[in-house]
């Protein structure tokens, strides 16, 4: 059975991972590149007689890499493991995709365009000639829509017959009547033909290659690069290239280029401006220079409406269930005569631990699905420029915006998404702000905390930790910016792509994928430290106890209750649950139910006995703000610790992140309750 590998590639937002998910489905595999921190997609299909290896490549709008993800998507795209290349475009912004089609073009490789987004176009009464497209092009066009999954079929037969052609058999163009004085017919040859000065010195260059590289892949392509002063291309392949680089041809060929991609343009699309775009009539309102933040603020306020008002509505069914099934476990063992300890570690260890996690998830669930909605709409790619002229005030561009954004689903993903920046002092300095965005797995504790001691007002004090988590990244990275003395001219250059109603499928493999390692960390991490909190808390120094004021845990919480009293978190019990939540930071709330001895800690009838334990201690409302507030700030979890540091490349810099952020949350829990108790009286 053939086996064949088509790679996936395509300017960010053209839709290119669903057309790849609706190939694939689920079943993906997800891994880094070799030697570098990059993620890359792979997956697999059978049609008809063929296995097809799929490689979603990352977004790249050129093959001059300035970012790691370029750099990545190039040096595939230049290898011998793909056997064809679709270049994804969004049909609707065709101008502006086709320039990475003719680089693609220029490697003399398969490659087949893929028109995503047609709907798109005819939704505005635009038309593309089909004809003449690949006329011009010399490749094979095929028009798709991976939203309603439209033209996949000849997409993928398409590239399962041109695997080994380089051209086309037909390229045209109405400039080849030009007078050309070169020793071939480039016009016959080649889509993209450049000047007769820069041909003479693309033929030049290619003369000096085959008689230095005789072993050498299309000469025409490194040419170019070396006219271009590619770096990676002239260290590469050096040679005497003195007199043919005396000035920059870089700019002289990418205006060449984008002069014939207006003639494309000029010839293939009608009605370019026959309707009104719909997303010039949004964006005059979400990307306005002043209604574009109090607008972004109100989304979110809405996304944590719902997450509060619906998420609590099904979680009352997650607690009725679970205070049956805790019941239920615990009667059984009783009536197997287990002893009272075994009993203890399964119902309030495990099932309490674990369990009251599980409750949560309504409300994660509802939050991954707002973010996905956002993002596949459209909507988050305006956020970071709406907030670039903020982040230039601070020293960052709008870009840097995106990681935090992907903080409040997963501070993971955020700190990986930092590659993207160009500049090493930004990432570093984004990577030390993100952690402070509201990540899901905080949501537990803000829940759990705001519907005990906030009632109507649950929504609002949760809502106001999102807030206090941008503004303390704001206000950091505008310190860091006084302190750094070096600055740079920075320019916010990202997509803004159309509106586009969000794709069912893509949405629920996003939001399955996060929900799965929810459940997941469920079953493993919280099941793990739930355990090792029963028995932190059920030994000590006398063997097994029923009280925990005589365990290893009571006893090292005690020691560290002097340094959280003035943050008003001076309680062993809190500061052991504090501990406990560097694992991740659901086990803050899976540790507290254990610790305190309460099998449904989510139910209306945990919280009022929560509560009341903790009123007994002396801990209410202020003390709830403050310890929202220090679990919103303090040390990230484990596997954010560790991306930090793979990231990174530094365990001195990790550190020093991990001290910093326990510093600021101790300050800012501090200044909270200090203040708070003065304003109170």
Request: glycine share 8%; with cysteine; proline share 3%.
């Amino acid at each position: 059975m053939e086996e064949m590998t088509i790679g996936f590639i395509g300017n960010p937002n053209c839709g290119k991972t669903t057309l790849f998910n609706d190939y694939t489905g689920a079943n993906l595999k997800v891994a880094n590149w070799p030697g570098v921190t990059v993620e890359k997609k792979e997956g697999a299909m059978k049609y008809h007689d063929h296995i097809y290896k799929l490689v979603d490549l990352p977004g790249t709008y050129s093959l001059t890499s300035y970012t790691m993800e370029e750099t990545v998507s190039r040096q595939y795209i230049l290898s011998n493991e793909v056997d064809v290349i679709v270049d994804v475009a969004d049909a609707s912004a065709l101008e502006r995709n086709l320039y990475l089609t003719l680089q693609l073009i220029e490697l003399g490789k398969p490659v087949i365009l893929a028109l995503n987004m047609m709907d798109i176009v005819e939704e505005r009464g635009m038309e593309i000639d089909l004809h003449r497209l690949p006329e011009m092009l010399g490749i094979p066009v095929v028009p798709v829509s991976a939203r309603k999954k439209t033209g996949l079929e000849i997409l993928i037969h398409t590239a399962a017959h041109h695997k080994n052609k380089m051209v086309g058999e037909k390229i045209i163009h109405h400039h080849d009547n030009q007078i050309h004085h070169h020793k071939h017919n480039h016009h016959k040859q080649y889509a993209m033909v450049y000047s007769d000065e820069i041909e003479d010195k693309i033929d030049t260059v290619m003369e000096i290659l085959e008689k230095n590289y005789p072993d050498m892949s299309n000469y025409r392509w490194h040419a170019i690069k070396v006219l271009e002063k590619d770096k990676e291309i002239l260290e590469k392949y050096p040679a005497d290239y003195k007199d043919i680089l005396s000035q920059d041809y870089e700019k002289r060929i990418i205006n060449e280029k984008f002069s014939f991609i207006e003639e494309i343009i000029g010839e293939c699309l009608v009605n370019k401006s026959a309707k009104e775009e719909r997303t010039d009539k949004i964006d005059a309102l979400l990307t306005h220079p002043i209604l574009g933040l109090p607008c972004f603020l109100l989304i979110m306020a809405a996304v944590f409406f719902f997450t509060f008002t619906i998420g609590d509505w099904l979680k009352g069914y997650f607690e009725v269930f679970l205070g049956w099934f805790s019941e239920s476990v615990r009667t059984l063992l009783t009536g197997l005569h287990v002893g009272a300890p075994v009993i203890s570690l399964v119902v309030d260890g495990i099932i309490s631990g674990v369990g009251g996690i599980l409750t949560f998830l309504p409300n994660i669930f509802i939050l991954f699905l707002a973010l996905a909605l956002l993002e596949d709409s459209g909507y988050m790619a305006r956020v970071a420029y709406v907030m670039d002229s903020i982040m230039g005030r601070i020293g960052l561009s709008g870009r840097a915006f995106i990681p935090m954004l992907l903080g409040f689903g997963c501070t993971v993903p955020a700190i990986m998404a930092t590659r993207t920046l160009e500049h090493r002092r930004d990432k570093f300095k984004t990577m030390i702000i993100t952690p402070f965005m509201s990540c899901s797995a905080r949501l537990p504790i803000y829940v759990l905390f705001c519907d005990m001691f906030f009632e109507k007002h649950a929504m609002l004090a949760a809502y106001s930790m999102y807030l206090i988590g941008v503004l303390m990244a704001i206000f950091v990275a505008f310190i860091m910016k006084l302190l750094d003395k070096k600055e740079d001219d920075r320019m916010l250059l990202i997509e803004l792509p159309e509106y586009k109603s969000p794709n069912a499928h893509s949405i629920s493999i996003y939001v399955w994928e996060k929900v799965k390692d929810y459940l997941t960390k469920a079953g493993t991490t919280i099941f793990i430290a739930s355990i090792i909190m029963w028995f932190v808390l059920n030994f000590g120094p006398g063997g097994y106890t029923t009280e925990m004021t005589e365990s290893f845990g009571a006893m090292a919480g005690r020691v560290l209750v002097p340094i959280f009293k003035p943050t008003g978190l001076g309680y062993w019990q809190i500061i052991l649950a504090l501990i406990s939540g560097i694992a991740a930071k659901e086990v803050v709330v899976s540790s507290t139910a254990v610790l305190f001895g309460i099998g449904n800690v989510a139910s209306k009838a945990g919280m009022a006995t929560l509560s009341g334990l903790l009123a007994s201690i002396g801990f209410g409302a202020l003390n709830a703000y403050a310890l929202m507030v220090f679990c919103l700030l303090y040390i990230p979890c484990a596997a954010t610790i560790a991306t930090i540091r793979r990231e990174s490349g530094s365990r001195k810099f990790t550190a020093g992140v991990i001290v910093f952020q326990l510093l600021i949350a101790w300050i800012m829990a501090t200044l909270v309750f200090q203040i708070g108790s003065l304003i109170l009286g």
